[in-house]
């Protein structure tokens, strides 16, 4: 699975994002799609993922209520729509993937994307 991520930049606290990440060459539906990020001087952290037919989401605390992940099986593509942004936030974003909802969420899944920048300033 080739994943190509889009849509980071740069934006004020309290504005919004929606980052994308487009996959090929798998059957999408048969993976479960995840956000992590890194932001600078830390470790990767998982976001958020979401089942193959969009029936189970999870989020990491952090970000309940602001984010939203969504797919799109037909377009190959998992979003993920991010609001109410603060500084904190301010991290590379990662798209992953993998058939194990566990080994995504540790942090292993089969598959990266190669990142993308969100910048929120204060």
């Known amino acids: 699975v080739q994943l190509q991520a889009s849509g980071g930049g740069l934006v004020r606290a309290g504005g919004s994002l929606r980052l994308s990440c487009a996959a090929s060459?798998?059957?999408?539906?048969?993976?479960?799609m995840g956000w992590f990020r890194q932001a600078p001087g830390k470790e990767r952290e998982f976001v958020g993922s979401?089942?193959?037919?969009?029936?189970?989401?999870d989020y990491t605390d952090s970000v309940k209520g602001r984010f939203t992940i969504s797919r799109d099986n037909a377009k190959n593509t998992v979003y993920l729509q991010m609001n109410s942004l603060k500084p904190e936030d301010t991290a590379i974003y990662y798209c992953?993937?993998?058939?194990?909802?566990?080994?995504?969420?540790?942090?292993?899944?089969?598959?990266w994307g190669q990142g993308t920048l969100v910048t929120v300033s204060s």
């Open positions: 992953a993937a993998d058939r194990s909802v566990t080994l995504l969420q540790r942090g292993v899944p089969d598959y």
């Open positions: 060459g798998r059957t999408f539906s048969d993976y479960v």
């Open positions: 979401i089942s193959g037919s969009g029936g189970i989401i």
